[in-house]
């Protein structure tokens, strides 16, 4: 009886073998699933921390870069008061309305205070006018208005002037230096002054602009 309980018992080695065969490979599939994954994975971090780098140097190279703002006098002049002498008794007095433009680039508003620009002749200040405080937004330009006077009363001397209005043209400067601070993300400030400085030829005759030039 011993025998046949022994006989019946041999057949089941073979299962067990072939069971923890199995359990091995499974384990070996399971184990290289979980590498597989964590290659993924690595790979996928790398690849965002990649990404995450160039946004960041993108965003510090545009986004965040201050640029210094331009300030230009405006080509639209509408005179409202011309009166010239003549070459042998030169002078001038003109009132004219026009608009100073400041034009920001930059990813966030330029607020600047209020400053004095000055019109000359030949280096002598002829005229002032007042620029007021104000904002230009991001990316946009600004356009004050202002309404200048300037006259020849501060000429010492009008010789040059006699041979400009003989050529029938007449030229002046103009320059400004605007103080402001660029404002981004709502939190960080920089402060930055931006300077005009333009030569306008103004034609007698037709009592009008001939030219605009800017630096």
Same mark, same amino acid.
């Given at each position: 009886?011993?025998?046949?309980?022994?006989? !019946?018992?041999?057949? @089941?080695?073979?299962?067990?073998? !072939?069971? &923890?065969?199995?359990?091995?490979?499974?384990?070996? *599939?399971?184990?290289?699933?979980? *590498?597989?994954? *964590?290659?993924?994975?690595?790979?996928?971090?790398?690849?965002?921390?990649?990404?995450?780098?160039?946004?960041?140097?993108?965003?510090? @190279?545009?986004?965040?870069?201050?640029?210094?703002?331009?300030? *230009?006098?405006?080509?639209?002049?509408?005179? !409202?008061?011309?009166?010239?002498?003549?070459? #042998?008794?030169?002078?001038?007095?003109?009132?004219?309305?026009?608009?100073?433009?400041?034009?920001?680039?930059?990813?966030?508003?330029?607020?600047?205070?209020?400053?004095?620009?000055?019109?000359?002749?030949? %280096?002598?200040?002829?005229?002032?006018?007042?620029?007021?405080?104000?904002?230009?937004?991001? &990316?946009?330009?600004?356009?004050?208005?202002?309404?200048?006077?300037?006259?020849?009363?501060? @000429?010492?001397?009008?010789?040059?002037? %006699?041979?400009?209005? %003989?050529?029938?043209?007449?030229?002046?400067?103009?320059? #400004?230096?605007?103080?402001?601070?660029?404002?981004?993300?709502?939190?960080?400030?920089?402060?930055?002054?931006?300077?005009?400085?333009?030569?306008?030829?103004?034609?007698?005759?037709?009592?009008?602009?001939?030219?605009?030039?800017?630096?």
């Amino acid at each position: 009886m011993a025998e046949k309980m022994n006989q !019946q018992e041999y057949p @089941l080695a073979p299962a067990t073998r !072939q069971s &923890r065969s199995d359990e091995e490979s499974s384990t070996l *599939r399971s184990e290289e699933l979980k *590498r597989k994954k *964590r290659i993924k994975l690595a790979i996928y971090i790398a690849a965002f921390a990649v990404f995450q780098t160039i946004v960041i140097l993108v965003f510090a @190279l545009t986004v965040m870069r201050v640029k210094t703002p331009k300030v *230009r006098l405006g080509t639209d002049v509408t005179f !409202q008061n011309f009166k010239t002498g003549t070459q #042998a008794s030169p002078s001038f007095d003109l009132s004219f309305k026009t608009q100073v433009g400041v034009k920001n680039t930059n990813f966030g508003p330029y607020k600047f205070d209020s400053t004095i620009a000055t019109f000359m002749y030949q %280096g002598v200040t002829v005229g002032q006018v007042t620029i007021p405080k104000g904002k230009a937004g991001l &990316r946009s330009t600004k356009k004050v208005g202002v309404i200048v006077n300037v006259d020849s009363n501060a @000429l010492s001397s009008t010789a040059g002037l %006699g041979s400009e209005l %003989g050529a029938g043209v007449l030229t002046l400067n103009s320059q #400004a230096k605007l103080s402001g601070k660029v404002e981004l993300m709502f939190v960080m400030k920089k402060k930055k002054s931006a300077e005009m400085n333009c030569t306008m030829n103004i034609e007698v005759s037709t009592k009008a602009i001939q030219s605009m030039s800017c630096e």
